[in-house]
């Protein structure tokens, strides 16, 4: 467990190389609609620019290879990084399970492809258009993309 707002429980331990869990953020508006997101990662040491000695750094590697479902979301909301976390996430996917889909899954392969499409962003003047899409409350993407 990863918390910033709750005290640590007697039974938490350390994360440890090679370890997985799941980072499910969530929003929900009372007696309206909720949203919830889910990914698994697998924590692996990382090499960082700066090394200290006898210190080892932890990362998170993204271990689900599932697009998001882009006509839920609204990119208004994103920043640029966060729409290139998306594309490469989705390139990512494509990358590592297409060729596979496409030879043994052709319409599964042609579902993940319409949903991997990279997010394209248009600027004139000071007006930044998007795709048309409906509303996904996306302050969901940006609890897991510091990850």
């Known amino acids: 467990r990863i918390s910033l707002s709750h005290a640590p ?3 938490d331990s350390p994360l440890d190389d090679g370890q997985f869990f799941s980072d499910e953020p969530g929003y929900y508006e009372d007696e309206q609609f909720g949203i919830r997101l889910e990914n698994i990662f697998m924590v692996k040491e990382v090499e960082t620019t700066y090394k200290f ?6 990362g ?7 697009p998001y479902e882009s006509n839920l979301i609204n990119y208004d ?6 729409v290139d976390w998306i594309n490469d996430y989705h390139k990512r996917i494509m990358d590592t399970i297409g060729e596979e889909l496409r030879v043994n899954k052709p319409e599964a392969y042609n579902w993940v492809a319409a949903r991997t499409r990279p997010i394209t962003r248009t600027v004139s003047s000071s007006t930044v258009t998007y795709p048309s899409f409906a509303l996904l409350s996306t302050i969901l993407i940006s609890l897991f993309v510091w990850v």
């Open 53 to 58: 000695p006898n210190t080892t750094f932890l």
């Open 60 to 66: 998170f590697e993204t271990v689900t290879l599932v």
């Open 9 to 11: 429980f007697e039974s």
């Open 77 to 82: 909301l994103l920043s640029q990084s966060q």
